[in-house]
Nanobody, 119 residues
Framework: QVQLVESGGGLVQAGGSLRLSCAASGRLSSNYDMGWYRQTPGKEREFVAGVSWSGGSTYADSVKGRFTISRDDAKNTVYLQMNSLKTEDTAAYYC?????????????WGQGTQVTVSS
């Protein structure tokens, strides 16, 4: 089993920044990919960003140029730096873990952290 714990959500004004963290623990693979999804009430969970075990990253078009995903393998932690936040970024953000060469999303999810961007 893999456990994921997110932190760093909160309330921020439009134009501001937040950094989310997700710490992974448990039976981790020697190589694994991690990503972030978000969800608002009544909508499907959507992909935000992902980082592969080798460091390659992908982003949703809606966050390109504003969000940056990174990882610290020594800490088994992935980060999402969110800049120039918009009110439409308001959502619950979820960390996701998957094995390499598998499609997103992976089988493991965190409990979510709320991000609220006020105008």
């Amino acid at each position: 089993q893999v456990q994921l714990v997110e932190s760093g959500g909160g309330l921020v004004q439009a134009g501001g920044s937040l950094r989310l963290s997700c710490a992974a623990s448990g039976r981790l693979s020697s190589n694994y990919d991690m990503g972030w999804y978000r969800q608002t009430p009544g909508k499907e969970r959507e992909f935000v960003a992902g980082v592969s075990w080798s460091g390659g990253s992908t982003y949703a078009d809606s966050v390109k140029g504003r969000f940056t995903i990174s990882r610290d393998d020594a800490k088994n932690t992935v980060y999402l730096q969110m800049n120039s936040l918009k009110t439409e970024d308001t959502a619950a953000y979820y960390c996701n873990y998957k094995y390499p060469m598998r499609s997103w999303p992976g089988a493991y999810w965190g409990q979510g952290t709320q991000v609220t961007v006020s105008s």
